[in-house]
């Protein structure tokens, strides 16, 4: 089930790896670079949206500067940083009104301040329709969390709920009323909830949704050398994943699972130090357990099986 | 003589500045932003190189590479700042060989080298050819330079040589052998002596000539709502310049103030200080002085010339 594109990004991510020196501090392979300084460790990373990719039917280019922002803010969030500024990359086709470059701006900015930092600049060149955002955050003396630590016998859990941004996504392929598509308009990092687990101490591993739970479990298996059981019954349904499934007969599993599009945090954490996530007032599920097995899996109440795919 | 593009980039960018909230520390405007954190601001810039715009005739994958970084350490540079990390996006056509894309990443990564840095993370995705690199640097408690702050009667100076990367473009173009396209290939930013320029304290304004000189000039001006006069006998003549002149009748002013893609440092100075500047050890050409008026001159033997476009 892996798509040629997945295939071409693995295999030049992998290549890319092997061009470049590994710098100090935390290169390439987690949601965010840590790069360290005299003033203390800068959180940054950069993700790109495109036209031709993520501009469904209906967005409108406020959306899309919205998602650019959240998508790399998302990053800093799987990290536990506090975001301090963002910058904007833009290539833009030369017939684009210059009024939709100042929406998907405006959109940017807007996302920037439901966060509390700021656009701190950019640059714009002719090309075919690409919007990259640069996310720069601190830690301000927290460890950052990454994908790797995840121990067998951790406790598996996510944010919030699951399936909404591809149940708005199908909702408005298949003309189905009454899901809303604010997930996958206008997606919402978890920022808070980063900086809450990264303060509470216990979590072992973190990694965003953006690639859907599937994706996100093999990474975090990837990196750890671990397995993952988790229970498809523990899953927390997203808003219109229930209405698309009757209606459209869309299974859950490919919303909650195998979508990408929901900026929830995907975490384990130490069993023993439960506590802590409590006391910091976070909105999680519990979804599953780490194990000793080669890939994260996914169980019904009658089969057990491979969640996408595996990391060996 | 102003192209389209010129004013479509110009009108946006005033454009994209109404929409979008002014940060603090110091945002768009510069040749980087200043970011403020609680470990001391941050430096940071994003430029994009293009295949349609920056890929010139005989210029290899790796070339590209290495101009991307340079052209976005050359922002840190004008500030004064010494790179810590970089960030690459990159928008690949579909069909483009993944060893080009490991030779514009292991160019990247090059000049990263020679810069004392490192590569800390990226992002692919399908489109049509353009590589954005973000900087992010430190002041390491240093002042950062920047294009306001020049006042009449400040000297204007320049690091390095004007016009080599034009020359060695045109000697491409028209087929004249001898000039090196060195500077037009793989551009070297002046990372030390922007550092050497913030710490000498007499440095007023400073911005890089990646725009050309006449821009550069322009820039600066504008920001410090000031005049130049520059005297054409004061530019120090790049490599090639003089080639390309008497073989193919290329204007030197073309090539030496027109033309983008010498990484240089223009930089006015207190002249009441210029003492600290030669302390520092720092190859520089004094080309002209600050004055009260409205644009920046050009001067020759015999008239006197605006350069490119006034401010006002």
Do not use: Q
Request: charge should be negative; charged fraction near 20%; hydrophobic fraction near 40%.
């Amino acid at each position: 089930m892996v798509s040629l594109k997945e295939l071409w990004e693995r295999e030049t991510i992998d290549g890319i790896r092997n061009v470049i020196r590994k710098p100090p501090g935390l290169g390439p392979g987690d949601d965010s670079a840590v790069i360290p300084s005299l003033g203390g460790d800068i959180i940054a990373c950069v993700d790109s949206v495109t036209f031709a990719r993520h501009f469904p039917k209906g967005m409108k280019y406020e959306e899309l500067g919205w998602t650019a922002a959240a998508v790399s803010i998302s990053d800093l969030a799987a990290m536990g940083a506090v975001p301090l500024g963002l910058l904007a990359a833009l290539t833009m086709p030369p017939d684009l009104d210059s009024s939709s470059l100042y929406d998907i701006m405006a959109g940017m900015d807007a996302c920037a301040e439901a966060f509390d930092t700021y656009i701190y600049g950019g640059d714009t060149k002719f090309g075919c329709g690409a919007v990259s955002c640069t996310a720069i955050g601190s830690m301000e003396g927290r460890k950052p969390m990454l994908r790797s630590g995840a121990k067998p016998g951790d406790i598996v859990a996510v944010t919030g709920s699951l399936g909404s941004a591809a149940a708005g996504f199908f909702a408005i392929e298949k003309n189905i009323s009454g899901v809303p598509a604010t997930s996958l308009m206008t997606p919402v990092p978890r920022v808070a909830e980063g900086i809450a687990l990264s303060s509470s101490g216990g979590v072992t591993s973190c990694i965003d949704l953006s690639d859907g739970l599937a994706e996100g479990a093999r990474s975090i298996c990837g990196a750890s050398r671990v397995g993952m059981d988790i229970h498809m019954d523990f899953l927390p349904e997203g808003d219109g994943v229930d209405t698309v499934f009757s209606k459209a007969g869309v299974r859950k599993e490919d919303m909650m699972l195998y979508w990408g599009g929901d900026y929830e945090l995907l975490f384990t954490f130490d069993k023993d130090k439960r506590e802590t996530l409590y006391d910091h007032d976070i909105d999680f599920s519990i979804i599953g357990i780490v194990t000793n097995d080669h890939a994260p899996y996914i169980n019904y109440e009658d089969k057990r099986e491979v969640m996408g795919n595996g990391w060996y």
